[in-house]
């Protein structure tokens, strides 16, 4: 049974930082990309980021580009976005999810983690 | 502002139909596939429809898919009040080089 853990997420000062995790089971990690998607409060699912399988492949959303990361230890079958430079429009449900193939080119997510909450404010 | 057009809600009675649109644009759904999702508070998104029309194992034919030109459109038949939900389209954008959501419709069932 495939299954993803999101974990990390909490409450943040704007400016600050937190990394997510993704932990994953019950599939080969490495031949699946992975991707980032987030649903602010009261608002739509916005796309975030995405990786490859072997990690050499990885894009972002506009909005989070040069202060996200996105990243995966395939020994650990663990997906991260780390998020630096944080602001109030970043508060949000984190989720991952998998791709259905190993590059990041996807138009469909059959597997979802259930999420965590990213909170930015003082 | 979302790539993908939809509309903010649709209301139906139960056991009528009602279909939900998402209109993009010759980048995305005009070249590229299209999946819809029911998205529940508290929960992870559930996906319908991928590839336009198919549907995965488990989702009733009661949801059905459709892509016509630069848009696609989600029916939902015998409507039930546990389809009470927000219903999301989504596609890849070849020269955003990136995935593409709707804003989202939210669906009552009178």
């Known amino acids: 049974e495939v299954q993803l853990l999101e974990s990390g997420g909490g409450l943040v000062q704007p400016g600050g930082s937190l990394r997510l995790s993704c932990a994953a089971s019950?599939?080969?990690?490495?031949?699946?990309?992975m991707s980032w998607v987030r649903q602010a409060p009261g608002k739509g699912l916005e796309w975030v980021s995405s990786i490859s399988g072997t990690g050499d492949s990885t894009i972002y959303a506009p909005s989070v580009k040069g202060r996200f990361a996105i990243s995966r230890d395939n020994s650990r079958n663990t997906a991260y976005l780390q998020m630096n430079s944080l602001r109030g429009e970043d508060t949000a449900v984190y989720f991952c999810a998998r791709v259905p193939v190993i590059t990041v080119v996807t138009h469909y997510y059959v597997f979802w983690g259930q999420g965590t909450l990213v909170s930015v404010s003082t | 502002q979302s790539v993908l057009t939809q509309p903010p809600s649709v209301s139906a009675a139960p056991g009528q139909e009602v279909t939900i649109s998402c209109s993009g644009g010759p980048s995305n759904i005009g070249k590229n596939l299209v999946s819809w999702y029911q998205k529940l508070p508290g929960t992870a998104p559930k996906l319908l429809i991928f590839?336009?029309?198919e549907r995965p194992s488990g989702i009733p034919d009661r949801f059905s898919g459709s892509r016509s030109g630069t848009s696609a459109t989600l029916g939902i038949s015998g409507l039930q009040t546990g389809d009470e939900a927000d219903y999301f389209c989504?596609?890849?954008?070849?020269?955003?080089?990136?995935?593409?959501f709707g804003g989202g419709t939210k669906l009552t069932v009178l």
């Open positions: 590839d336009n029309h």
């Open positions: 989504a596609s890849w954008d070849s020269s955003l080089y990136a995935v593409v």
């Open positions: 019950g599939f080969t990690f490495d031949t699946y990309g």
